[in-house]
């Protein structure tokens, strides 16, 4: 069966910190991923998503960067935090490329607090 | 503008009672409807997905509706448990897009004793 793991589950940083969370995915091959943030009380915002290893689509301009460095990996970066990034992040993925009739498989993101 | 509209924002009902949680979009061209159960710290585990031709579709006490005409879905779930207690997002697909699905902000569910 698949599985998605995020890690770590909680990160407090300072400002102007580097950030890296990593999200892995088993028991599938070439899925879509995707970078989620959840602000409180608001719906989920994407922020990245890959079709591919080193192919990265950028949903909104921001302080982040995501790579994907092999077909199950997938990684959100900042070199700089600010207060904004604050926030609930979230790794899915969905088991065929272009299918959208598939579900979104989320793991269980990474509460990061900015200080 | 692509929008998701959830009510009520957050409900508290008693155990075994049922309730039913509303979504209104706006998204076009419509591709599918998802309802997903978020648990408080969690990631989102899907509950239903339903096309276009499909007016209901249910998942043990999870019974989701959808009318394509007046663009609005409705999640009903019956005999209410205390493990139900989560939030609900309603999240439109746009055609065949893989990055365009519309997140609702949810409805928080409560269940009390």
């Known amino acids: 069966s698949q599985t998605i793991h995020q890690w770590p589950a909680t990160l407090v940083q300072p400002v102007g910190s580097p950030l890296s969370l990593e999200c892995t995915v088993e028991g599938t091959s070439n899925p879509n991923l995707y970078w989620y943030r959840q602000a409180a009380g608001r719906g989920l915002q994407l922020l990245f998503y890959s079709v591919g290893i080193g192919q990265i689509s950028s949903e909104v301009p921001q302080n982040l960067s995501a790579s994907r460095p092999q077909d199950r990996q997938f990684i959100l970066s900042s070199k700089k935090l600010l207060l904004s990034d604050s926030g609930f992040y979230l790794c899915?993925?969905?088991?065929?490329?272009?299918?959208?009739?598939?579900?979104?498989?989320f793991g269980d993101g990474t509460r990061l607090s900015i200080l | 503008k692509n929008q998701v509209e959830q009510s009520p924002q957050s409900l508290i009902i008693l155990e075994g009672k049922n309730c039913t949680l509303q979504c209104n979009y706006t998204v076009s061209p419509f591709s599918n409807l998802r309802w997903y159960k978020q648990d408080t710290g969690r990631g989102p585990v899907s509950l239903t997905i339903?096309?276009?031709?499909?007016n209901t579709k249910s998942n043990g006490r999870y019974t989701a509706t959808l009318d394509a005409d007046t663009k609005q879905s409705s999640l009903h779930i019956t005999a209410s448990q205390l493990s139900d207690s989560a939030s609900y997002i309603c999240v439109v697909s746009v055609d065949t897009g893989r990055r365009a699905l519309t997140f609702g902000s949810g409805t928080r569910l409560q269940v009390q004793p």
């Open positions: 339903m096309t276009f031709s499909e």
């Open positions: 899915a993925w969905s088991p065929t490329p272009g299918a959208s009739n598939q579900p979104q498989h």
